[in-house]
């Protein structure tokens, strides 16, 4: 049986990689920006949009999916792929990141997690094996292990349980795992920003097989040198030969960073999150949508921008629109997310054509140019 996951690197350059990914569900170009649909739908975008800008691999979320519509459910239907009728990959996350966005209601012990509905008085309780299981349930190309999710700037005792938890439930969530010939099991590396935790981390975790590893417990808040510091810390250390996922990152300027440090992967709910407040991504920085210059401006969000927002809108129009449509959300959605897609095709293309260095200039010279 050959393995769920082959990692082709065609290119290099410094620590920067161009590769493919074949997964069960078709190759992916990496680098390669993954957009969230966190429970089993992408806000405001439709999988059928996803999939004519080219998206090859996306993200759902084990905690939203467990609670509705259930991994039963989705056992029985045969999966997540049939029953959001997708053709292309899919990779869950475990749950983890909920302990930070749900804090409020999450208890952690060394058992697992014990999450109180946001919806109603229900009570969740995720151990490795259980978050394993509907993940096996739910059937992705790559699954992610339940790691101990502290905020960044947790510091220790607290911060060295969670990182050592973290590898304690990795063994957990190995033995647990059913569904090895068709789903990949990826490890997340702790520590916070502590670079000892983070190295301890990484040893740990290396001596577990695995097809691929995530970088988790970034993005949180830490200021840039030190979050920058430690991808480079991991990227450094990790195998070579397998593909590195950076956890919640999306900002256009950290992703173009990251991969030129040698991240292959990353999501992030930003794109679209910013798009429903009217804020539209562009090669000169963000342009918001709601202020009263876009009133006056006749040309798309972005010149050459072959999405659908681009091909058949004016900033103008969209403008007048957000006032009153929500539709005007879901085109600045479409454009973002095209956006990044895009921006990873090109950053892969030029890694490829060996002229990163030129890409990286035209992109951070335009980005950071003023406006007028
Ligand atoms: N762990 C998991 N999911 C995540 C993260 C993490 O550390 C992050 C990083 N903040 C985003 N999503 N399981
Ligand atoms: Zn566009």
């Known amino acids: 049986m050959a393995k769920p996951l082959e990692f082709t690197i065609l290119a290099t350059h410094n620590f920067a990689r161009a590769s493919i990914m ?34 090859k691999l996306l993200l759902a979320n084990t905690y939203h999916l467990a609670y509705k519509p259930s991994g039963d459910l989705l056992e029985k239907i045969g999966g997540l792929h049939k029953f959001i009728n997708w053709k292309n990959n899919i990779l869950t996350d475990s749950g983890g990141f909920q302990m930070v966005s749900l804090s409020q209601l999450s208890e952690v012990t060394e058992d697992g997690v014990t ?10 309780h995720l151990r490795p094996e259980d978050s394993i299981h509907t993940q096996n349930q739910i059937g992705a190309d790559i699954i992610m292990a339940l790691d101990d999710v502290v905020r960044t700037t947790t ?35 702790q520590g916070g920003v502590d670079p000892n935790l983070r190295e301890q981390s990484l040893n740990d975790l290396i001596q577990r097989e695995a097809n691929g590893y995530a970088i988790g417990g970034l993005a949180g808040g830490e200021d840039k040198f030190d979050f ?32 030129c440090l040698g991240v292959d992967m990353f999501d992030c709910v930003f794109s679209t999150r910013t798009a429903r407040f009217g804020t539209a991504f562009t090669d000169y920085g963000f342009l918001k949508i709601k202020n009263h210059q876009a009133a006056n401006i006749f040309q798309p969000i972005q010149d050459k921008c072959q999405c659908q927002a681009c091909k058949s809108y004016t900033q103008s129009y969209l403008h007048y629109l957000i006032a009153k449509e929500e539709v005007a959300c879901h085109l600045i959605s479409i454009h973002n997310l095209n956006y990044l897609i895009q921006l990873m095709l090109n950053l892969h293309q030029s890694i490829i054509n060996g002229k990163l260095i ?15």
């Open 22 to 55: 074949r997964l069960p569900h078709g190759e992916v170009k990496t680098p390669v920006y993954m957009p969230v649909g966190t429970k089993g739908a992408m806000k405001g975008v439709t999988y059928q949009e996803m999939d004519d800008m080219g998206c």
């Open 115 to 124: 999450f109180e509905s946001p919806y109603d008085k229900s009570t969740m």
């Open 155 to 189: 510091v220790r005792p607290r911060m060295k349980e969670a990182s050592e938890r973290t590898t304690r439930w990795l063994d957990r969530d190995i033995a647990a795992h059913r569904r090895k010939n068709d789903q990949n099991l990826f490890p997340i590396v």
């Open 228 to 259: 920058w510091k430690t991808v480079a810390q991991c990227t450094a250390k990790l195998p070579n030969d397998k593909p590195r996922y950076l956890m919640g990152v999306g900002y256009p300027v950290d992703v173009v960073v990251c991969s």
């Open 358 to 372: 030129e890409f990286v200039n035209e992109f951070l010279r335009k980005w950071y140019k003023k406006e007028g």
